[in-house]
């Protein structure tokens, strides 16, 4: 079955220092910290609605 | 206030059964219109509250997909399309889970989410997360190919050096299975359920007051906890 992305090879790996991770494990942090300040800075849609209940 | 020494205390009527004592004490604990509530607090109007369902939403397809798994096997979720795009279901949504689940654990640790004597929700969110982990894990030795061969070769010199290998084999297809579908699947979902009892009994943890908002509400008696808004 086909892959998106090429798979057949080893994984990237990124070493600084004592600090060694995957590309494909930064790039998920990274997307979780992305994700949580969004969640924090965009607007929910239900503060229009307040004074209407 | 002076009280007759001839009429007893007034008190609850003692349960008849255990059964009559378990349902008291469960509605006094937990009521219904705090079980099942209609309105929330305004604070709760923000993404980063929504985090909590979106991880119970994802542990509800991993637990689907993974019956569907279990009931038709691996000659299955190997060998067929449909059965390549359960496991692919099973797999994506326990990465989903556990991605969903650290936002939800960052924004809950910057709330100081155990303010308020909820310490007890703290407590199992903590351990879901550590029992979801070993739960993962085994599933990764489930999957009968090579890379769960190699997974368990290498893994079990992490748990032999621990002194645990003798009662914990992960070269063990059985055992690891048995851990990966009944036992930790089952301790994950008693948790959860005890710890959205435990945010029901206790409500959505309030955000830290602004130093104005704060004088502010001491002025007029009121703060944000006393607004309401419909959810």
């Not at chain 1, 590309?23 to 979780?32: A, K």
């Not at chain 2, 640790?109 to 351990?127: D, E, L, N, P, Q």
């Not at chain 2, 032999?160 to 003798?166: F, K, P, V, Y």
Request: aromatic content about 14%.
């Amino acid at each position: 079955m086909a892959a998106i992305f090429n798979l057949n090879h080893h994984a990237p790996y990124v070493h600084w220092h004592f600090l060694q991770m995957s590309v494909s494990n930064i790039v998920v942090i990274v997307l979780m910290v992305i994700v949580f300040w969004a969640a924090i800075l965009i607007k929910f849609p239900t503060h229009g609605m307040r004074g209407k209940s | 206030m002076s009280v007759s020494q001839h009429e007893p205390p007034v008190s609850a009527p003692e349960p008849a059964s255990w059964s009559a004592w378990v349902r008291d004490r469960a509605v006094r604990t937990l009521p219904p219109e705090k079980l099942l509530p209609d309105k929330q607090p305004t604070y709760v109007a923000s993404w980063i509250y929504v985090f909590g369902v979106l991880s119970l939403s994802a542990l509800a397809v991993i637990i689907l997909s993974g019956t569907i798994l279990a009931l038709k096997g691996p000659g299955w979720w190997h060998f067929t399309g449909i059965g390549h795009f359960f496991n692919s279901v099973h797999l994506w949504s326990v990465e989903l889970f556990f991605f969903v689940m650290v936002v939800h654990l960052w924004g809950k640790y910057f709330m100081a989410a155990w303010r308020g004597g909820r310490k007890g929700v703290w407590i199992t969110g903590s351990i879901t997360f550590l029992v979801a982990i070993p739960c993962a894990l085994t599933g990764y030795v489930s999957q009968q190919n090579f890379d769960a061969q190699w997974i368990s070769t290498q893994a079990k010199d992490a748990m032999n050096a621990a002194g645990i290998g003798s009662f914990f084999n992960l070269l063990n297809f059985g055992q690891m299975y048995s851990y990966h579908i009944l036992l930790l699947p089952a301790a994950v979902v008693a948790i959860v359920i005890g710890h959205i009892l435990l945010v029901r009994r206790h409500g959505v943890v309030p955000p830290f007051k602004l130093a104005a908002t704060a004088s502010r509400a001491g002025r007029d008696g009121a703060g944000p906890d006393a607004r309401e808004a419909s959810s």
